[in-house]
């Protein structure tokens, strides 16, 4: 048992009992670096990382290359997904020195914190053209002892050169027309016409970019925009990214057709895509985004959902094959032998044909990954219904893989977020009281009593890494989220205290804004990263949840803020629109005002429920509703919003200047 022994992150865990005598990151282990004169090994990974659970096996649970590492180095071990900001800054050092970063990163450091040697997964012997591990322990050991002066030369040019980097976010000025139009240009041009999505392989769901498509339909009418939408988010859920058996997606697919995925689960993609889908639904009435918005929602809550109340971060790819071997992606293919086995030889040629299942197999050894292919015809659902039925249960007698179980702040955001529209326009009542109850969890939790937030939690149990930017941003989207819907107060009011840390402690000059806090641990450099990647970049989830706070609160200062951060979205939303789309969809709910509706009646009256119903119906970019009794305290928008001939009436305003206010439900829906 080594120092991981008792820390909260199960990735950590997961390396207490190897042989190397790994340390978690702090002071002490660089301390110990220096009293023995040695580098610092770093390990960057998570749990839910395949390549990380291969390195692990093959390196670090060996013996030999155990005590190699032990001897020379000070082995520090980090879980990405507690340590964003970590990660950031030797991810962009990996990055700048080799061209290409991925997980597991391998950096070795000077005892002051600077990289001088750069990798990602090495392997026990040469392979393929890359050094081995022990090759490359043995090289940097011998440089060190031999080469100091050049180690730390390197060291040095490495840190100035991050530290000398200046983000150039757009100036003044936010995006507007052209700007946006620009970026669905861009879109249009990468858009795989005959898959869907952007790019070739991997393919990565393309959440943000989708809430921008239809945001921007919903504002110009574009109809390329939502057909672009639209038949993605039909190709990813026919595909084998989708889990036609149980819900929910896996983090990409290996090919560009989404055939194949790379198994493993990820709260904030199911967090995204659930909410993109239900979104969808609103623009298009589509009976396919409904069950996958549905389906979605009751994946993340039956798999990820904690005894406390918050939701895990992932599920693992591997798991145990029946052999007592963990191969990727055994607990979800099939061969046509296991159908029949579970099924019978007639259902299962239908469940064969209905999904894709051949002799063979679209995967590996003949197996299969579960899809919708076009072109196998549409079967009875009275017929399959049953037969998927059966296969979730034999599939659940296999070994799960395994889960993550901490809780991180801005991933349970996203989920509130989800959980809470998903289950108000489904009439769900029961998903929203899980986002309540998630977001309970946060505020008992994980939020103390100046609203200061910690990353991370296990078992109820608070961790010891201070929230980012991303946390105080997607937990205040998820409180505003639920506000909307529930009514209540208290949310908006907790997000407004968490934006208000953002304007305080995370903001520099001209609008943009640090990844980390102003007080928070010094690391070689300050991270600040606009682009959106599996998730919304703290800096434009920020700016969308400080428009939202704004619209519904009337101040001036959130406003400014978030137009002061979509500065970097005129820059950057033109040349790299897949990377800043979060960022364009809040530009869109800018540009669209947002709309501000609020709809004073009594909860028992037949047209406040309409009408409340209409609004939440809205597609109006990134509107915000308040509901309630006229002059109620709960929301600002609620104020001096009175009855009209004493029933319930519906008011929308937009840039300052508001409508008459509608007691007909059409009549709003027009509006919106």
Same mark, same amino acid.
């Not at 026990?124 to 050049?150: C, Q, T």
């Given at each position: 048992?080594? &120092?991981?022994?008792?820390?909260?992150? %199960?990735? /950590?865990?997961?390396?207490?009992?190897?042989?190397?005598?790994?340390?978690?990151?702090?002071?002490?282990?660089? @301390?110990?670096?220096?009293?023995?004169?040695?580098?610092?090994?770093?390990? *960057?990974?998570?749990?839910?990382?395949?390549?990380?659970?291969?390195?692990?096996?093959?390196?670090?649970?060996?013996?030999?290359? +155990?005590?190699?590492?032990?001897?020379?180095?000070?082995?520090?071990?980090?879980?990405?997904?507690?340590?964003?900001?970590?990660?950031?800054?030797?991810?962009? =050092?990996?990055?700048? @020195?080799?061209?290409?970063?991925?997980?597991?990163?391998?950096?070795?450091?000077?005892?002051?914190?600077?990289?001088?040697?750069?990798?990602?997964?090495?392997?026990?012997?040469?392979?393929?053209?890359?050094?081995?591990?022990?090759?490359?322990?043995?090289?940097?050991?011998? #440089?060190?002892?031999?080469?100091?002066?050049?180690?730390?030369?390197?060291?040095?040019?490495?840190?100035?050169?991050? @530290?000398? &980097?200046?983000?150039?976010?757009?100036?003044?000025?936010?995006?507007?027309?052209?700007?946006?139009?620009?970026?669905?240009?861009?879109?249009?041009?990468?858009?795989?016409?005959?898959?869907?999505?952007?790019?070739?392989?991997?393919?990565?769901? %393309?959440?943000?970019?989708?809430?921008?498509?239809?945001?921007?339909?919903a504002?110009?009418?574009?109809?390329?925009?939502?057909?672009?939408a =639209?038949?993605?988010?039909?190709?990813?859920?026919?595909?084998?990214?989708?889990?036609?058996?149980?819900?929910?997606?896996?983090?990409?697919?290996?090919?560009?057709?989404?055939?194949?995925?790379?198994?493993?689960?990820?709260?904030?993609?199911?967090?995204?895509?659930?909410? *993109?889908?239900?979104?969808?639904?609103?623009?298009?009435?589509?009976?396919?985004?409904?069950?996958?918005?549905?389906?979605?929602?009751?994946?993340?809550?039956?798999?990820?959902?904690?005894?406390?109340?918050?939701?895990?971060?992932?599920?693992?790819?591997?798991?145990?094959?029946?052999?007592?071997?963990?191969?990727?992606?055994?607990?979800?293919?099939?061969?046509p032998?296991?159908?029949?086995? *579970?099924?019978?030889?007639?259902?299962?040629?239908?469940?064969?044909?209905?999904y894709?299942?051949?002799?063979?197999?679209?995967?590996?050894?003949?197996?299969?990954?579960?899809?919708?292919?076009?072109?196998?015809?549409?079967?009875? @659902?009275?017929?399959?219904?049953?037969?998927?039925?059966?296969? $979730?249960?034999?599939?659940?007698?296999?070994e799960?893989?395994?889960?993550?179980?901490?809780?991180?702040?801005?991933?349970?955001?996203?989920?509130? +977020?989800?959980? #809470?529209?998903?289950? +108000?326009?489904?009439?769900?009542?029961?998903?929203?009281?899980?986002?309540?109850?998630?977001?309970d969890?946060? *505020?008992?939790?994980?939020?103390?009593?100046?609203?200061?937030l910690?990353?991370?939690?296990?078992?109820?149990?608070?961790?010891?890494?201070?929230?980012?930017?991303?946390?105080?941003?997607?937990? #205040?989207?998820?409180?505003?989220?639920?506000?909307?819907?529930?009514?209540?107060?208290?949310?908006?009011?907790? #997000?407004?205290?968490?934006?208000?840390?953002?304007?305080?402690?995370f903001?520099?000059?001209?609008?943009? $804004?640090?990844?980390?806090?102003?007080?928070?641990?010094?690391?070689?450099?300050r991270?600040?990263?606009?682009?959106?990647?599996?998730?919304?970049?703290?800096?434009?989830?920020?700016?969308?949840a400080?428009?939202?706070?704004?619209?519904?609160?009337?101040?001036?200062?959130?406003?400014?803020?978030?137009e002061?951060?979509?500065?970097?979205?005129?820059?950057?939303?033109? &040349?790299?629109?897949?990377?800043?789309?979060?960022? !364009?969809?809040?530009?869109?709910a800018?540009?669209?005002g947002?709309?501000?509706?609020a709809?004073?009646?009594?909860?028992?009256?037949?047209?406040?429920?309409? !009408?409340?119903?209409?609004?939440?119906?809205?597609?109006a970019?990134?509107?915000? /509703?308040?509901?309630?009794?006229?002059d109620?305290?709960?929301?600002?928008? /609620?104020?001096?919003?009175?009855?009209?001939?004493?029933?319930?009436?519906?008011?929308?305003?937009?840039?300052?200047?508001?409508?008459?206010?509608?007691?007909?439900?059409?009549?709003?829906?027009?509006?919106?």
């Amino acid at each position: 048992m080594n &120092r991981l022994a008792g820390v909260t992150s %199960p990735y /950590l865990l997961q390396h207490a009992d190897n042989p190397v005598d790994w340390w978690p990151w702090g002071p002490e282990a660089f @301390a110990e670096a220096r009293r023995r004169d040695v580098p610092v090994l770093l390990s *960057v990974g998570y749990s839910a990382c395949h390549w990380c659970h291969v390195m692990a096996h093959e390196s670090f649970e060996d013996d030999a290359i +155990a005590a190699l590492v032990n001897e020379h180095f000070v082995a520090v071990k980090v879980d990405r997904e507690e340590r964003p900001d970590i990660d950031a800054v030797y991810m962009e =050092a990996v990055q700048a @020195a080799t061209g290409q970063g991925g997980w597991p990163m391998t950096v070795f450091l000077t005892p002051d914190a600077a990289p001088f040697y750069f990798g990602t997964y090495f392997p026990p012997e040469p392979r393929h053209g890359m050094p081995s591990f022990p090759e490359v322990l043995v090289g940097v050991k011998d #440089a060190w002892a031999d080469r100091r002066e050049e180690v730390g030369e390197v060291a040095d040019r490495i840190v100035k050169d991050l @530290a000398g &980097r200046s983000l150039a976010y757009g100036g003044d000025g936010v995006p507007g027309e052209e700007e946006l139009a620009q970026a669905l240009l861009g879109l249009t041009r990468e858009y795989d016409a005959t898959h869907g999505g952007f790019g070739g392989a991997p393919k990565f769901p %393309p959440s943000m970019a989708l809430e921008f498509l239809l945001r921007h339909h919903a504002r110009t009418g574009a109809e390329g925009a939502l057909q672009m939408a =639209a038949d993605t988010c039909e190709a990813m859920a026919r595909g084998g990214i989708y889990d036609q058996l149980g819900g929910g997606f896996a983090r990409y697919a290996v090919d560009r057709e989404w055939v194949v995925p790379h198994f493993e689960k990820m709260l904030y993609d199911n967090a995204l895509l659930c909410r *993109v889908y239900a979104h969808l639904w609103k623009a298009t009435g589509s009976d396919l985004a409904r069950r996958v918005a549905l389906e979605t929602a009751d994946f993340l809550v039956r798999e990820l959902r904690t005894p406390e109340g918050g939701f895990a971060s992932a599920l693992d790819a591997d798991s145990d094959d029946g052999t007592g071997k963990h191969v990727e992606g055994a607990y979800y293919a099939w061969t046509p032998a296991q159908l029949a086995e *579970v099924l019978g030889a007639q259902d299962a040629a239908l469940a064969a044909a209905h999904y894709g299942v051949t002799e063979a197999g679209t995967f590996e050894h003949g197996s299969s990954v579960l899809q919708l292919p076009r072109d196998a015809g549409v079967a009875d @659902a009275e017929r399959i219904a049953p037969i998927a039925a059966r296969l $979730l249960a034999a599939r659940e007698e296999r070994e799960r893989p395994g889960r993550d179980d901490k809780v991180v702040a801005a991933w349970n955001g996203l989920a509130i +977020a989800a959980l #809470a529209e998903t289950g +108000a326009l489904f009439d769900r009542p029961d998903l929203v009281e899980r986002a309540t109850e998630a977001a309970d969890l946060l *505020v008992r939790v994980h939020m103390d009593d100046t609203a200061r937030l910690t990353r991370t939690s296990k078992d109820g149990r608070a961790g010891t890494n201070a929230g980012v930017l991303e946390d105080y941003a997607d937990v #205040a989207e998820g409180f505003l989220a639920l506000a909307a819907v529930t009514g209540e107060g208290a949310w908006l009011e907790f #997000a407004g205290f968490l934006l208000d840390l953002v304007l305080d402690r995370f903001t520099a000059e001209g609008g943009a $804004l640090y990844d980390t806090a102003h007080d928070a641990e010094t690391l070689i450099r300050r991270p600040q990263d606009p682009t959106d990647n599996a998730t919304p970049s703290g800096w434009t989830a920020a700016a969308g949840a400080l428009l939202s706070y704004a619209a519904q609160t009337g101040s001036e200062a959130h406003r400014a803020a978030a137009e002061g951060a979509l500065g970097v979205v005129k820059a950057l939303g033109p &040349r790299a629109p897949r990377f800043i789309g979060w960022g !364009l969809a809040v530009s869109e709910a800018l540009l669209d005002g947002p709309r501000e509706i609020a709809v004073v009646g009594a909860p028992g009256d037949e047209t406040f429920r309409e !009408l409340r119903r209409t609004a939440l119906l809205a597609t109006a970019p990134g509107a915000v /509703l308040a509901f309630g009794a006229p002059d109620s305290e709960e929301f600002p928008l /609620l104020r001096d919003r009175p009855l009209v001939a004493g029933g319930s009436a519906a008011y929308v305003c937009r840039h300052f200047t508001c409508d008459a206010p509608v007691t007909d439900p059409d009549a709003l829906r027009r509006k919106l």
